[in-house]
């Protein structure tokens, strides 16, 4: 028996996520060990098909993490990427043999651009497609095959190559618009044409795989679906290196909202596609635009009068889904000060989030003390005491106390915090508040950490809303993240900054230094 995934019914098209590798690889995108964990976890349950889970060659720490996601999986088929030779190939298949349905991706740049790199003629690169597929085919009865840049590829050239790779055993042939050139037409033709060219092409799934240069990527996902393309490859929030790759969201709910015009399914669960887009735009640090379709802040958000008013009368009038099917529940007042603990589970579970005991205690002195502070908590406010909740690390730093002076005479911060226990304190200045008191930090706890990214912002409307604070740190290519949630900026910043510390230290004990430094990247040479 293979672990091939043909479905029976030929409407259903398989979603294959590419969030953990091609959206991790955006520069700055970097995840940490936990979080890809918890991300794989996360598109497991929601339904994704296909998770391609890194690239093991990369790096000890892309092993590690598709090693670790391959044990863990559950449904989803876990695949690898690997370039066309063979310690490539035998490594990702190291690191995705431990899952109930692995798949190995492998890959070469078949345009006349591409194939000038590794120097090959049409025929060597032929001949090394052949080798490779058989060897990959030879260890994993799943195997995807990528002619990277195919729709800068010659058709003829293109025919003959996927042929090959078919003959040789690939059962997924992915066609990539690499470099986000092709256009919705275009990319329809290209999967007819292979469909119709190619001998053996109706017993394999055919994939498109689109970056979004030209703000096509959806678009064109949909036309070689159309087409017959059977697999779309896509990210979560459409991450991924320059404009990004196609937006599973989009793809998602596109099909299910045209089914009248498309009558294509999926079987991803809807009403998780707003947790985890915010998730991933926590981990990666690259926010969501606030008009961006489906999961942006406004895209539900009818602000003008004669939309309020229509809304009101009938909220068809001017919506084409219900906020609830992205999981976005209404944002409403939700909860006071005085509301108990039992009002708070109900709310969770409102949200889709089940807690246990603990953690349901840890959230309630969270949100008792934001209460205090805030006179409005929305679901919003909720969701970040969630994330905070969730994202916590062992103490080995702890603030204690803060004293902030800004304005227009300087700014300078006090602090005082315990390093495993003992208390230590600092005064120091710089250039803002903030800056001031990550420098009061780092006079307590000396570190060669590089600040990679801080980004800040609001959770809700308001001068009393929660900022939501992300920081990333690199030690020597150990890259951790932290965040954070307060009215108080500056706390929140404060906090991220020494949750990504102390992320840092547990770290430190775990791996070697370097672990998670990428020695390759997919574009060297096949
Ligand atoms: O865009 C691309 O060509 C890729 C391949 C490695 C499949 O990501
Ligand atoms: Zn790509």
Known sequence: MT????????????????????????????????????????????GVDIIEAGFPIASEGDFAAVSEISK???????CGLSRANFKDIDRCWEAVKHAAKPRIHTFIGTSPLHRAIPNLTMDEMAERIHETVTHARNLCDNVQWSPMDATRTEHDYLCRVVEIAIKAGATTINIPDTVGYTAPKESAELIRMLLERVPGADEIIFATHCHNDLGMATANSLAAVEAGARQIECTINGLGER???TALEEVVMALKVRHDIMPFTTGVESKKLMNISRRVAAVSGFPVQFNKAIVGKNAFAHESGIHQDGMLKNAETFEIMRPEDVGLAATNLVMGKHSGRAALRDKLKQLGIEVGDNQLKDIFVRFKDLADRKKEVYDDDILALVRVSEDATPDHLVLKDLRVVCGTGGQSADMVMTVDGVEKSASTTGDGPVDAAFNAVKEIFPHGAKLELYQVSAVTKGTDAQATVSVRLNEDGRIVTGSNADTDTVVASVKAYIHALNRLIVRRGKVGAGADAREISYKDAG
């Open 3 to 46: 672990n091939t995934i043909v479905p029976a019914d030929p409407g259903r098209v398989l979603i294959f996520d590419t969030t953990l590798r091609d959206g991790e690889q955006s520069p700055g995108a970097t995840m940490t060990h936990e979080e890809k964990l918890e991300i794989a976890e996360m598109l497991d349950e929601m």
């Open 72 to 78: 863990r999986s559950k449904d989803a088929v876990i």
């Open 243 to 245: 404009a990004g790759n």
